[in-house]
């Protein structure tokens, strides 16, 4: 089965620009999407379509894909940012999640 | 703008079947601009996606939990459902309904929009 890898953990100072990596078998041919989760909240799409941003997603959220990797960059994080962030991409007739990075704002 | 509220049982027994209904407002869910999808969090853990269902009936489900898992959809009352057997302390998790938008014929592949999240419990 198809898995979605990222690092558990990323840190960043405020204001520093945070990258979190998510690595499976030829993402790069898929869509990957990103969403950000705070605790006791729902998640909440922030990047979709590998670069897109929905409506009300702020300018500091990109992504990007290619190869084996798609990465979310937070440029200018905030402490609001902080939370944890899960990457995902539809493999065939399948959904894969991966496994969540907690991103903490220090 | 889609909204979806989960509702069902807080408490299942191992064993028996897990019941959850979607319900959706601002939206239709007889549209062909949307699939409607289960995910599941356990506590502290990652998510988990449950399967989905399209307009047409048609469906797809977690190769992990098909066996298990029905999803289907009741058009006269806009909502959705999910039915997970034999279910086991495992189980135990939010459950979350979830939508995908179609955009100019074109699947977004992602999750838009989410319920706020139904605790399940599975205890005997």
Redesign the interface.
Known sequence: ?YELTQPPSVSVSPGQTASITCSGDTLGD??A?W?QQKPGQ????VI??DIKR?SGIPERFSGSNSGNTATLTISGTQAMDEADY?C???DS????????TKLTVL | QVQLQESGPGLVKPSQTLSLICTVSGGSISSDSYYW?WIRQPAGK????IG?IYTSGST?Y???LKSRVTISVDTSKNQFSLKLSSVTAADTAVY?CASTTMVRGVI?????Y????TLVNVSS
């Open positions: 089965s898929k869509y999407c969403y729902s998640p909440v799409l979709y379509q929905p899960y995902q991409a539809w007739s399948s959904v894969v999640f991966g496994g969540g | 999808s990652g998510l988990e996606w989905r797809n977690n190769p992990s979350y977004t592949k992602s999750f838009d989410w319920g706020q999240g």
